[in-house]
């Protein structure tokens, strides 16, 4: 939640989980560690910024300054929505769940091309602005400039992933020459990242949907420009179907729409393919995992690539469900994002925690899962309650903190 930038005020609420000094966590243990609570709280905020956090009755206070009383609630660190699709929010509601992926995709690809109304655009961003998101990761596409503005006006920092898609032109030719709207965007985000908190970095779709070869060069790009490069990942069993044998349902929907007649699968399963073409560096956020083995997991976690998991996207379209605990298990760094509205009912991350503590997780766990592993995810500074950071919070979800 975005504070005024004047003048100075005072926030307070009965508990703080400020989570400063906390670093990227791996591993079961490390994302069990306790943290640190600070009860009464109370912050001092100035010009958009945090500057002081400490116990109410025991800071000095300016004179005069008013003191705004949250009650009885639990503040966290803003959120970081790792994986959303927000140019698809006006799909919401028409799209087919709980039949499957290909059933969901055959809903989708109509109606994907209608254009996103600019209100309807508004609204997401001020959803994700109103449930404490800091910062989102979005599959943004086309309309990416309109997306960045929206994002600009709510106060949300945003990573605009510029999908790349298929396996025509122009990507397959002698110089591959990039899309060039995304290279706009991209030469224009790194001149302005100083100013806004607005990044663009290409990223692929899928394996198989883009050529592993368009893959390659998007990733490389990253890696060389300090980027992050985002790929949907094992997240349904046609995909693998369609990797390993070259047959299924997606296979069939599409062909020859979107996989070259002349296509030939690459007789692997997602993720030692995606390893295979060299994609899984710690430059990569995969998303999903839903259908890995524990090998699959040892290969993720040994590139250092980031993981991030929608879980009640993958239980609207019925996928199955990604084993967090053995995710967890395997030192993968594990972030946690909301996917679009087309497959979810809602753009607040915090539900994807929620959603989760039914798989055993630890709420602390999770918490690091939704601040400082997401900030970690898309190469972000951590954004904790601390003196010096933006003064933006989210209220702890009531589920979280009786499980606390
Ligand atoms: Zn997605």
Redesign the pocket.
Known sequence: MPTQAMPPRTIRARRMICMAGEKPARGIAALNQPLPVLENGIMLLAEGRIVEVGQAGSMRLPAGCPVHDLGDVTLIPGLVNA?C?VQLSHLAGKTLWGQGFVPWLRSLIPQVRQPLPPEVLAQAMQALQACGTVHVGD?TGLGIQAVREAAYAAGIGITAFCEWFGFAAPFIDEQRPWPPLCRAYCTQAQALRRQEQWRAWPCGHALYSTDGAVLQDAHAYCAAHGGVFAL?LAEFVEEEQALAQGDGALVELYTPAVLPPAWRAPALRPVPYAAALGLLSARTLA?HGVHCTAADRATVAASGAALCL?PR?NAALAVGQAPVQAWAASGTLLCLGT??LTSNSDLDVQNEAVALLGQGMAPKALLRMLTVNGAAALHLPAMPLAAGAQARWAVLAPELEAAL
Do not use: E, F, L
Request: with cysteine.
């Open positions: 994986h699709h599959y949907h998303v929608c996207s996917d679009g």
